[in-house]
């Protein structure tokens, strides 16, 4: 196949990939292509009947976020924390209840799920998105940046790598990246790689009618984070959070049932009469995961200075949630990111 050329490519089409596409059409530009691993779009957002097993929540402090949103026009609205949440230290101590402070600001989420904001970005651009093309190398020049995937050869003025560091470690550069580079991107943890989500649906949010928010948390659980996932309309009923990674090994049957014994002993019976049921375990996506997989349970450090510097004379770019100076791991941290990149 003959050699497609741009002016710029983003490889990558999760949410920072997404926002520099949309930035680059608000200047005018439209000479750009995506290209995309996965065989769909959204990255490490992603939505399944309704149940967020990505991204999910954004705070009131994350205003770039919260702007693009409303530019957009998609709803946001607060998570449910109403009636009583279930703290468990200690799998030999009694659950202990406590209820929130109604005047302590509730995380958000997107209303219709944060795929709704990647839908609605990438409508945009849809012709301008390659999925399954995977990089496998870029070699740069003073002429042109040719990238090659297995299945064809782009060249391009200027590359936004729109994904995270470890996986940029990955590609094979010509000439190589500096050794502080390479050493800041196979530090840098992957936000979310270690995660395993999961959701149930429910006819009706039973929980509820017993004074109880779905909020349950408890680290020696097999769920040590669970949420009301109800949608924005509230015709909807979902319970969703993070399951523990001592499952993983388990079978997908195996680790239900445990989930539903110990959810059945703070919810009651009902949550059995589930209407389906996801787990989504992020380190055996070969695009979120890296060989050297840690747990991380306290936030990491991100947006590493270096990402922030002029590599290959300001042409080669590199972003994603992970380099973002501010707020770095987050989704506000990927559109932070993806405005920047748009603006080098």
Known sequence: MPTQQYKHI???AGLSGLVTAYQLQKKGEQDFLILEGRDRIGGRILTNESIDLG???FQSHHETLSNLIDELGIQKFQ????????????SMA?????EN???TPSAYRIGGGSTALIKRLASHSLKQIKLNQQVNSIDYNNEFITIKTAQATFQCDKVIMALPPQ?????????EVPTLLYEAMINTHTWMSNAIKVGFNYRSPFWRDKNLSGTIIGHVSPVIELYDHSNIEDNSYSLMGFMNEGLRDDTTDDRKERILSYLEKHFGSEVRNYTSYHEKDWSLDPFTSFDKLKSVYISPRYGNPIFQQDH???RIILSGAETSSSHGGYMDGAVIS???AAGI
Do not use: E
């Open 10 to 12: 983003i490889i990558g």
């Open 55 to 57: 991204a999910t929540w």
């Open 79 to 90: 998570q449910y924390n109403t009636g009583k949440s279930i703290f468990i230290y200690s």
């Open 94 to 98: 009694p659950a202990q209840y406590f």
């Open 101 to 103: 402070d109604p005047n």
């Open 167 to 175: 996986l940029m470690s990955g590609i094979t550069f010509s000439p």
């Open 312 to 314: 290959f004379n300001k």
């Open 338 to 340: 993806g405005i920047r």
